[in-house]
């Protein structure tokens, strides 16, 4: 076998030479190794020896920017500032500079509408596991074209299973760090089922969460129900999608909205069921472990949820950040 010798000569030619389709998707990155910010996929890069990459050790964000505005920016920042304090990692210097940062990068990737991934990592010093090794911590950001789930999920809505793969302990659940193999493993399990999403009990047998959403229900007597908080990530899309339901509670459509055990018989029998998050919004659930959820199309409920969640995302400047597009 013939291997290439890399070295800073041809490193950019080599790694030019590759057919990577999926970084058309890629807008740009800032990264605190330089200090700056690139627009070339092939440069998006994180060294092998950064905590993050072998350890998993690191935590994140991801948001929304819709129409040059980003969509609870300081509920994400204060999310990861939690997750960082609860692994004791410092935030990087350039932290304290975040938001002119996401902003600039957003910018550099020209597109209004984009997912923006913030990650606080360990940082490089050792491959040990020893985080003390480790020489400082860094802060990438990427900006992706975002790609909304298909039309047909939000108009005839999705289905779901108990997926199981271990819930994280409560403990891990609310710290959002790098280490998603349980997420990424009910997401297989899912897609293995033929199914779109996965949910995970928690320890007790109550509904917890998707791999990367939230999942509420209208019980059947049409109160609003999300799992308690102790189990799962305390989503700001759901977070959100409660407090707007406080509106179609005082008119009358739903008798009331809170943080509840759920079990599976519960859910079975729902009149509907939605799962919520940055990427997807809300979608409704028409059929989970096979039983058909209200009359198996998306319901009122989930109509009038969406349509106030859009005017959220669009029109309620007090959760919209301005990019600064010229
Ligand atoms: C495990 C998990 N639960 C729930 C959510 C939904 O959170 P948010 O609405 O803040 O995107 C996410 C989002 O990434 C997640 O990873």
């Known amino acids: 076998m013939k291997l290439k010798t890399v070295d800073k000569d041809n490193f950019l030619e080599v790694i030019s030479e590759r057919d990577c389709p999926w970084h058309q998707a890629y807008l740009a990155m800032y990264s605190s190794q330089w200090e700056g910010i690139t627009t070339d996929p092939d440069l998006m890069l994180i060294p092998v020896d950064d905590h993050l990459v072998h350890r998993a050790d690191g935590v994140f964000e991801a948001m929304r920017c819709v129409d040059g505005r980003i969509y609870l920016l300081e509920p994400h920042l204060q999310r990861l500032e939690a997750s960082a304090k609860a692994i004791k990692l410092d935030m990087p210097p350039g932290y304290s500079n975040i938001r002119s940062l996401i902003k600039a990068t957003v ?38 074209r975002f790609r909304p789930p298909p039309k047909e999920h939000y108009e005839h809505g999705v289905s779901a299973i108990t997926c199981s793969v271990p819930i994280k302990c409560s403990y891990f659940a609310n710290i959002k760090s790098c280490d998603y193999l349980p997420n990424v493993l009910m997401k297989m399990e899912a ?39 102790e189990r799962t990530l305390a989503g700001t899309t759901v977070r959100r999608v409660v407090e707007l339901s406080k509106g179609l509670v005082e008119r009358g459509k739903l008798k009331g909205a809170g943080f509840y055990k759920i079990n599976p018989a519960e859910a079975y029998e729902a009149g509907e069921i939605f799962l919520c998050g940055t990427t997807i919004g809300i979608l409704p659930v028409v059929e989970y472990d096979g039983h058909r959820i209200g009359t198996g199309k998306p319901g009122p409920i989930f109509r009038e949820l969406a349509s106030l969640l859009w005017e959220d995302m669009t029109q309620n400047k007090e959760v919209l950040t301005e990019v600064g597009f010229s």
């Open 107 to 144: 910018i550099a990737g020209d597109e209004r509408d984009c997912l923006i991934r913030v990650v606080v990592s360990r940082g490089p010093g050792s491959f040990s596991a020893n985080p003390f090794d480790c020489h400082g911590s860094q802060l990438y950001i990427n900006t992706i």
């Open 191 to 229: 897609v293995d089922a033929g199914a779109e999403y996965a949910v995970a009990l928690d320890e007790d047998g109550f509904l917890a969460e998707g791999s990367t959403e939230n999942i509420a229900i209208v019980d059947s007597a049409g109160v609003l129900r999300v799992p308690l908080f």
